[in-house]
T-cell receptor
Framework: GQQLNQSPQSMFIQEGEDVSMNCTSS?????WLWYKQDPGEGPVLLIA?????ELTSNGRLTAQFGITRKDSFLNISASIPSDVGIYFCAGQLKGSGYALNFGKGTSLLVTP | DVKVTQSSRYLVKRTGEKVFLECVQDMDHENMFWYRQDPGLGLRLIYF???????EKGDIPEGYSVSREKKERFSLILESASTNQTSMYLCASSREEIETQYFGPGTRLLVL
């Protein structure tokens, strides 16, 4: 499957700061998903996006499905220590069936 | 809440052993997936199944097989474990035609 380009690879921020990460692809996606993975655990779904231009919030998290359908971003506002983890984007290519393509993750560290 | 469970959180096996990883979901999902996750490589799809007794190869099926005898259960089999199969194995499930996948907690397998 095609890997998504996710950036940045890692972030080291102070508590209270806002965070932004994004995923891009050269192909058109039907769906964009954002997951968070804590150490030693499976990824947990944060936000799902199904339409181009869609902007969705989940508490302090906001994600958007790019208008070109080739990108998505995730913002975290007012970060807290429990935001620490690895954030993955995932998308389904148009016409690809059931499988998802994943980014390699953004590792987030938050200092008190 | 969707619940995906995996039979073991940690497993240590010897080279050449036959290894079974079990995954069960309780949401009547049609689709089930097996991934492995390695540092720097992200999540890679091994096999998936969209119905009982149906299976499709993912990106890295070599050295693995799967079994889906019941809708709620999807097993990953390592016929003869090798050290390069040391990894974190993640199971996921999704509803038919819905791309959102829900993950289990993962099985960390060490092959000695």
């Amino acid at each position: 499957g095609q890997q998504l380009n996710q950036s940045p690879q890692s972030m080291f921020i102070q508590e209270g700061e806002d965070v932004s990460m994004n995923c891009t692809s050269s192909s058109i996606f039907n769906t964009w998903l954002w997951y968070k993975q804590d150490p030693g655990e499976g990824p947990v779904l944060l936000i799902a996006l199904y339409k181009a231009g869609e902007l969705t919030s989940n508490g302090r998290l906001t994600a958007q499905f790019g208008i070109t359908r080739k990108d998505s971003f995730l913002n975290i506002s007012a970060s807290i220590p429990s935001d620490v983890g690895i954030y993955f984007c995932a998308g389904q290519l148009k016409g690809s069936g059931y499988a998802l393509n994943f980014g390699k993750g953004t590792s987030l560290l938050v200092t008190p | 809440d969707v619940k995906v469970t995996q039979s073991s959180r940690y497993l240590v096996k010897r080279t050449g052993e036959k290894v079974f990883l079990e995954c069960v979901q309780d949401m009547d999902h049609e689709n089930m997936f097996w991934y492995r996750q390695d540092p720097g490589l992200g999540l890679r799809l091994i096999y998936f199944s969209y119905d009982v007794k149906m299976k499709e190869k993912g990106d890295i099926p070599e050295g693995y097989s799967v079994s889906r005898e019941k809708k709620e259960r999807f097993s990953l089999i390592l016929e003869s474990a090798s050290t390069n199969q040391t990894s974190m194995y993640l199971c996921a499930s999704s509803r038919e035609e819905i791309e959102t996948q829900y993950f289990g907690p993962g099985t960390r397998l060490l092959v000695l």
